[in-house]
């Protein structure tokens, strides 16, 4: 059995109005992040992660922006192709780790919810996925509420 590990990042600007998802949640606030998807950095990092660790390719390979049909595509069915393009390939997710960096909003009450909602996206166990956040101490972009980054740390084994 070979296991391996991936790490993967995100950020997205905000703008001021539609709906801010992360983890697959929309999240009640005032601004969304721009992006050609839905923007959800928490699961365009973990996607980052699985094909880092699986070395099936990157993101922008398949999901390209230049692709219209994709213009707000949810990022779960994104992260459900990705998991299942890691099943084909032997691959059986084992473990994910995402640290969101915002200033704000909250999302401590969001997290079960995200890692429900990726877990049930993927066909693991729910304990499988950690979610948390911090900030930046009104350092940098995010301090300025600018945006959010997303970081995410996949472990992944080959299938017996």
Do not use: C
């Not at 050609?36 to 993101?59: P, Q």
């Not at 780790?97 to 401590?108: G, H, N, S, V």
Request: charge should be neutral; hydrophobic fraction near 40%.
């Amino acid at each position: 059995m070979t296991t391996r590990i991936g790490i993967g990042f995100d950020a997205h600007a905000f703008q001021y109005g539609g709906t801010l998802t992360l983890g697959g949640v929309s999240i009640p606030y005032e601004k969304s992040l721009i992006g050609h998807s839905d923007g959800d950095v928490v699961i365009h990092s973990i996607i980052d992660a699985l094909l880092g660790a699986s070395n099936l390719g990157t993101k922008g390979q398949h999901f390209p922006s230049s692709n219209t049909k994709l213009k707000g595509i949810s990022s779960l069915i994104m992260l459900q192709n990705i998991g299942g393009l890691l099943l084909n390939a032997g691959w059986k997710v084992v473990n994910l780790d995402a640290t969101i960096l915002a200033q704000r909003p909250q999302l401590e009450q969001f997290f079960n919810l995200m890692a429900n909602k990726i877990s049930l996206t993927l066909n693991i166990q729910e304990l499988s996925v950690s979610i948390k956040a911090t900030t930046t101490d009104h350092m940098g972009f995010i301090g300025r509420e600018e945006g959010i980054a997303t970081y995410a740390v996949a472990l992944i084994e080959s299938k017996p």
